[in-house]
Structure formats: structure tokens, C-alpha cells
């Protein structure tokens, strides 16, 4: 086993025992918390497939995760409502359904998103992905049908067949097999012809086309995974939090789920879970010693960017084998 | 709907376009001259108009608010630059983004420390306070009209510094070639703290302005820093003249957006729909443009870069 493994095999392990020492101990607020990292850990995995696989820096994943995130609010609202949704579609307030319809939902916004960003490269597609979510989030605070600027609420958290949800720890569950499931499909990914194609986008795009590969499908079909992945960790979010606002959309949003793949380790398979760990840990820390937490977060993570390179990874289990 | 008031509205864009492009001529020379994606300008923009809001209260003038804005910002700007940004510029814009967003963490924050979380107001100086009269017969006010005055001002100047004095000359070879102009001894580490505040007194200058028109308050900063990015994607990064059009393109198509399509989706529609549907169009309308833009010009109308 090499260290980066032992280091994965122990974040993942904390992460679960954590949970199950608080539901021990009686302290369900610890579960909310490892849930929360769980989620966002699961949303920067679909993001590192775009950014840390594809080197596809997008500023706009809130977009992906607020739209999960809208797709559980609306769907489990028209089922607790028992109004039907459109064209004869009714609501639903089942988690594997929920699911589907976000990942098919981001999937299909992403791809003409990610058709029309992939046309410009750099700091071009930095801002240009920025733009579309900004698209999406004034749409969602102008658009009054589900809210608007005051956020959809969930009154009753969405049901999976043969598990009390709204029990702190069963959730808790669902959304760390789906953690461990994302990272399965990001170490599958890697491990594929597609994912060598994809590292030889991101290294030597015209090398890449050299050889008879086009890298605009390769890295669009990145983006697409990329965001049916956050989008799935958008409707656990909503699910967590009863609730779903355009903050989910913010580029603020946006923007952290970039610092928790850089806390972590760019590109590495548990970059994201250990990022995610982190900046909860560093939300809960600093938030209980001073209101002022955002600028200590930002000094560290000015100090991370500046002087830690590789992120929490790089400092335990050593430097990147590639890239 | 009558013509006065059409004229109206496309001053305000104007007004809107000429306050986006001081952000933008900042941004987009930052980028172009180092290379270098700064998130944190809007939060210079914030600066700016804090140091003119507090100034301005603790001295009654206005005007002596505005010059401190200038001075804040610039100095906010040079501290950034020698502290952080100038170990930025080796390295890809990944780490510029990320290093640029813990300073607005830092900055929002700090701000938030100093002044407390409720809004401060900045009044309008009596010297530009009142309206003047348009052609056709309606009246405009004459702070925003003075706005525009100091944005096409400022274009003009930005115009004669970049082509005309030896600064500017200095900031073209640096733009074309950094090893070369240090090569022929023009101390490139000084020449890039002066562009970085040169942007960042643009933007506290715009946020001072923009200030009295509407709150100071700590997140003000990133709607502009937005829109500023619009702009300079829409013009080419690098190019002041393209962020100039794009900032009067993107003024004025968002504020005719948001007068014009509820009145006009009203031909079709029921007011009280087409009035929600035309917000919300209007709000996506300058991105919309942007993404046709890019679609058939990737790299922006006027990009200094080919």
C-alpha cells in the first residue's frame, strides 16, 4: 500500500467513524457537520473531474450545484403539494429519482454550456463559466414561481426506499456511499482510455489532436460528467438543509468549491474529501472563536495558495506522482 | 411610452457603461500588462467608496472624500501588489483566482471589522446636486450626467498616458515583452506596482461615484467585479479601447433590457406575466449577449492578444 493510499483509506475512515462516535455520544449535530463535508466533498469530486483531470479551471460549478439543488426543492415540493409538475409529470419526493433528474438536468444545461465555454480556453473560460452561472442565479432570483430571492423550502426531507432519512445518521450514510461512489467514478475515470485522453488534453492539447484524438469532445464530455456529479451533490444539499436558495448558485459558491479542491490537492483522488474535511473543520473551529471567521479563512487559504502547494495531500501523503 | 423618458434610460445605461468601464479599464490592464486575473479589483471598487463615505462625513466635503478615495484605493492597490499579487504572476490563473479570492474574504471582512455591518450613505455635493433640462422636454440629473463627463474623461486620459508619455510607452513594451523592456533597464517590478495602482485608483474612483448614488456597503464590490468581467470578455482582454465598448454596450443593453422587454413581451402577454418574464429575462440579457459574443469571437471583439 503506498502512503497516498494509507492517507486516503484514513480520511475515509474518519470520516465515517466520526459521525458514528457523535450518534454514540448522543451529539447529532456532529453528523450534520461530517454530512455537510460529506456533500461538499462530493461536489468538488465532480468538480476536480473538469478541473483537476481536464485542468478546465470552471468558475461557474455553482450553477450545477444549485441546479441539483433546485431539482430537489421543486420536484419535492410539487409531490408535497400533490400538484403536478408539467406535461403530465408529477412530483417526487424519492431520493434515487431526485438524483436522476439532477444529473440528467445538469447534464443537459452543461452541455451547451460547456460546448459554447470550451470554444475560448484560459482566463477566457474562467470568466465566461462565471457568466453562465451569473445567467442562472439572476434567473433564479428574478424568476418568482419557486421562491425567487427568498429560497424554496423542503418541509419534509425526501424519502429512500427502506432508510428513515429523516434521522441524522441514515442520511448521513446515503450521502457518504454516494461520496465513496463519486470517487469510485473519478479513480475509474482516471484509470480509463478516456482519462488518458483527458490528462493529454489538459498536458498537450495539440500533441493530443496529433495523434488523432479531438480534444474538444474529450474535455466536454469532462465538463458534462463534471457537472451531473455536482449536480447530484446539489440535490443532497437541499436534502441536508430542508432548503434551497440562489446562494446555492453564487459565485461565492462557485469559488469555494474551487478552494476546497486546492485545500485539499489539485487532481488527487481524495483531494476534494480531504479539502472538504478541512474547511468544515476550519467553518466549525474559527466560526466558534470569532464572527470574523471569513478572514482567517481567507489568510489561510492565502497562505495555502502562496507557500502549501500541494494542499492537505501534499503535506501527507507527499507530492503528486504526475502533473 | 414617451421620448424623453427613452432618452432617459439611455443615459442611464451610458452613466452605467462609463462607471463599468473604470473597472474595466483596471482589470483589463492589469491582465494585459502582467497577465495576471485579479479578483479582488472589486473590492478596491469597495475601498474607494468606504474612504470617500467615512472622509467625506468626518470632513463635510465631498470632494476631499473623493481625492481620499483615489488615495485609498491606490494605496490599497500598491500594498496588495508588493505584498501578494507579485508573487502571482509566475504562476497560472488557478492560483490567481484562488490567491485573489482569499483577499476578498480578507478585505470583506476587514471591512466589515472597521465600519460595522450597516450601510453608510454618501450625499450627492451640492455643486452637482438638481437636474438639467434634455431636448424634447424632460430632465436628467446632473450628478449622472457629470458621471459621464468623468468616464469619457478618464478614456480620453487613459488614451494620452498609454499613447503619448513615456509611462505608457513602458506599459506597451511590457505588454508585448516583459524579459526584453527589463533587459533594457526599466525597473519592471516598479512599473508593475504603478499599473496595479494606476487600475486600482480607477476603481476606487468609480466606487467613490457610484457611492453617492446608491448604500456603501461591505459585497458592493462584486456585482461591479462581474459586470467588469462581462466587459472585458465582450471587448478583449487587454484592450482599454474594447473595454470601453464593452462597457458601453453592456450599459446600456442591460438597462434598455429591463425598461424595454416587459413593455414589449406586454404585446403579447398578460402585464402581470410578461412584466415577471421581462425581469427575468432582462436580468440574463447581458450574459446572453456575452455568450453570442464569445460563440462567434472567442477571444472578444477587440483582442489585443491574436
Redo the contacts between chains.
Keep these: 500500500m503506498t502512503r497516498e493510499t494509507a492517507v486516503n483509506t484514513g480520511l475515509a475512515l474518519l470520516l465515517v467513524a466520526f459521525p458514528l462516535a457523535a450518534q454514540a455520544m448522543g451529539e447529532p449535530f456532529y453528523i450534520t457537520l461530517a454530512t455537510r463535508a460529506a456533500i461538499l466533498a462530493l461536489a468538488a469530486v465532480g468538480l476536480n473531474v473538469a478541473?483537476g483531470l481536464g485542468g478546465l479551471?470552471s468558475?461557474g460549478h455553482a450553477a450545477f450545484f444549485g441546479l441539483g439543488g433546485y431539482a430537489a426543492g421543486i420536484l419535492s415540493t410539487h409531490a408535497f403539494n400533490a400538484e403536478p409538475l408539467f406535461l403530465g409529470f408529477e412530483g417526487t419526493a424519492s431520493m434515487p429519482w431526485i438524483w436522476l433528474v439532477a444529473a440528467v438536468l445538469c447534464g443537459l444545461v452543461a452541455l451547451p454550456i460547456g460546448a459554447?465555454s470550451l470554444?475560448?480556453a484560459?482566463?477566457?473560460f474562467?470568466?465566461?463559466t462565471?457568466?453562465?452561472a451569473?445567467?442562472i442565479y439572476?434567473?433564479a432570483?428574478?424568476?418568482?414561481a419557486y421562491g425567487g430571492e427568498d429560497g424554496l423550502s423542503i418541509f419534509v426531507r425526501d424519502t429512500f426506499p427502506g432508510v428513515n432519512t429523516a434521522l441524522p445518521l441514515p442520511f448521513f450514510l446515503i450521502c457518504y456511499a454516494l461520496l465513496l461512489g463519486g470517487l469510485a467514478l473519478f479513480w475509474l475515470l482516471r484509470g480509463s482510455r478516456f482519462g488518458a485522453a483527458l490528462e493529454g488534453a489538459r498536458q498537450n492539447p495539440v500533441r493530443l489532436a496529433a495523434v488523432g484524438i479531438a480534444p474538444f469532445g474529450i474535455r466536454l464530455t469532462a465538463f458534462v460528467v463534471s457537472a451531473m456529479v455536482t449536480g447530484v451533490a446539489g440535490a443532497l444539499f437541499a436534502d441536508l438543509n430542508k432548503f434551497v436558495s440562489p446562494s446555492m448558485l453564487s459565485?461565492q459558491m462557485s469559488?469555494e468549491l474551487?478552494?476546497l479542491i486546492?485545500l485539499g490537492g489539485?487532481g488527487r483522488l481524495f483531494g476534494p474529501v480531504a479539502g472538504a474535511m478541512l474547511y468544515v473543520l476550519i467553518e466549525y473551529v474559527l466560526g466558534g472563536i470569532t464572527e470574523?471567521w471569513?478572514?482567517f479563512?481567507?489568510?489561510v487559504?492565502?497562505m495555502v495558495?502562496?507557500f502549501a502547494?500541494g494542499g492537505l495531500l501534499g503535506l501527507l501523503a507527499g507530492k503528486a506522482r504526475h502533473g | 411610452m414617451s421620448v424623453e423618458l427613452l432618452i432617459e434610460q439611455l443615459l442611464n445605461g451610458l452613466q452605467l457603461g462609463m462607471m463599468l468601464f473604470l473597472m474595466a479599464a483596471g482589470l483589463t490592464l492589469i491582465f494585459g500588462v502582467m497577465g495576471l486575473i485579479n479578483l479582488a479589483h472589486g473590492s478596491l471598487y469597495m475601498v474607494g467608496a468606504f474612504a470617500c463615505a467615512a472622509v467625506a462625513t468626518a470632513t463635510g466635503s465631498f470632494w476631499i472624500g473623493l481625492v481620499a478615495s483615489i488615495a485609498a484605493a491606490a494605496a490599497a492597490g500598491a500594498l496588495m501588489e508588493v505584498v501578494v499579487i507579485r508573487r502571482l504572476y509566475e504562476r497560472d490563473h488557478l492560483d490567481q483566482v484562488l490567491a485573489t479570492f482569499a483577499l476578498i474574504l480578507i478585505f470583506s471582512e476587514g471591512t466589515r471589522w472597521l465600519f460595522g455591518s450597516f450601510p453608510l450613505y454618501l450625499n450627492i455635493p451640492p455643486l452637482l446636486q438638481g437636474a438639467v433640462p434634455l431636448p424634447g422636454g424632460g430632465r436628467y440629473q446632473l450628478y449622472r450626467l457629470a458621471l459621464i463627463g468623468v468616464g469619457g474623461g478618464v478614456a480620453l486620459g487613459l488614451y494620452l498616458l498609454i499613447s503619448r508619455t513615456r509611462l505608457g510607452m513602458r506599459i506597451r513594451a511590457g505588454e508585448s515583452d516583459r524579459e526584453m523592456i527589463a533587459a533594457l533597464g526599466v525597473d519592471i517590478r516598479t512599473l508593475y506596482t504603478v499599473v496595479f495602482a494606476l487600475g486600482a485608483a480607477l476603481a476606487g474612483l468609480a466606487g467613490a461615484m457610484v457611492g453617492a448614488l446608491q448604500s456603501v456597503q461591505v459585497g458592493m464590490g462584486e456585482p461591479a467585479l462581474i459586470l467588469a468581467f462581462v466587459v472585458i470578455v465582450i471587448g478583449g482582454i487587454g484592450s482599454i479601447k474594447g473595454a470601453l465598448f464593452g462597457a458601453i454596450l453592456v450599459g446600456v443593453v442591460d438597462t434598455m433590457g429591463r425598461f424595454l422587454l416587459p413593455k414589449v413581451l406586454a404585446l403579447a402577454l398578460p402585464p402581470a406575466q410578461a412584466g415577471a418574464i421581462g425581469a427575468a429575462i432582462a436580468s440574463m440579457l447581458i450574459y446572453i449577449v456575452m455568450a453570442l459574443i464569445l460563440a462567434l469571437r472567442p477571444r472578444g471583439l477587440f483582442s489585443a492578444q491574436a
Design positions: 478541473l479551471v468558475f459554447i470554444r475560448t484560459g482566463v477566457y474562467i470568466m465566461i462565471l457568466a453562465f451569473q445567467m439572476y434567473f432570483v428574478s424568476w418568482p459565485w469559488g474551487i478552494v486546492i489539485k470574523r471569513q478572514f479563512l481567507g489568510l487559504l492565502l495558495v502562496l502547494r
